[in-house]
């Protein structure tokens, strides 16, 4: 019972674009988060957005929630190539899922 | 602080061997769990626990042992690896089950 699916599940973009990724989910949720994971490491957290929030911003990350579409979309903006990573989505319930996740390459 | 904490960072089994995957943090966190993560199918959830004294099964539980006896460790113990428990080991610590999830650098297996 995956909660929290991304897609694309591959994206490659030219430096300085914009690159968009979108996450849907199943259940109800207090909150949907997205993580980034470099090559060979661990997680780490970006943004967490509550399901009472509609969009939040942190840097060149803008992510929206659509609680009635059961759907999140994760915006960077003027990407960089330190900007290649995986990312992905969670959306806790009972228990804690992510997805495969958008494998990200950006292009100098 | 150090936050989450893994060791080893990669060992190399043999089939049937035992070994124990250690995980500890230092954010006074409840919440701890492990996953895994193999090539092109995310992160699967093994265990996880609510508290110390607590654990409870993830998706993928099966040859896997988790304990919790204080706040700060949750080990993972392999009883009979097997080559199909090669994979990358994460472990996590949060506040709350549903809240920002802090993880460790991870732990490579590799079972012969």
């Known amino acids: 019972s995956q909660q929290g699916e991304e897609d694309p599940q591959a994206l490659s973009i030219q430096e300085g674009e914009n690159a968009t990724m979108n996450c849907s989910y199943k259940?109800?949720?207090?909150?949907l988060q997205w993580y980034r994971q470099n090559s060979g490491r661990g997680l780490v957290h970006l943004i967490l957005?509550?399901?009472?929030?509609r969009e939040k911003h942190s840097g060149r990350l803008r992510v929206t929630l659509d609680t009635s579409k059961k759907s999140s979309s994760l915006l960077i903006t003027a990407s960089r190539a330190a900007d290649t990573a995986s990312y992905f989505c969670?959306?806790?319930?009972?228990?804690?899922?992510f997805g495969t996740g958008t494998s990200l390459t950006v292009i100098p | 602080n150090a936050g989450v904490t893994q060791t080893p960072k990669f060992q190399v089994l043999k089939t049937g061997q035992s070994m124990t995957l250690q995980c500890a943090q230092d954010?006074?966190?409840?919440?701890m769990s492990w996953y895994r993560q193999d090539p092109g199918m995310g992160l699967r959830l093994i265990h996880y626990?609510?508290?110390?004294?607590?654990?409870d099964q993830g998706e993928v539980p099966n040859g896997y042992n988790v304990s919790r006896s204080t706040t700060e460790d949750f080990p993972l113990r392999l009883l009979s690896a097997a080559p199909s428990q090669t994979s990358v080991y994460f472990c996590?610590?949060?506040?709350?089950?549903?809240?920002?999830?802090?993880f460790g650098p991870g732990t490579r297996l590799l079972v012969l």
């Open positions: 996590a610590s949060s506040v709350g089950g549903r809240e920002t999830q802090y």
């Open positions: 259940t109800s949720i207090n909150n």
């Open positions: 957005i509550r399901s009472n929030e």
């Open positions: 969670a959306a806790p319930g009972n228990q804690f899922y």
């Open positions: 954010m006074n966190h409840e919440y």
């Open positions: 626990s609510v508290g110390a004294g607590i654990t």
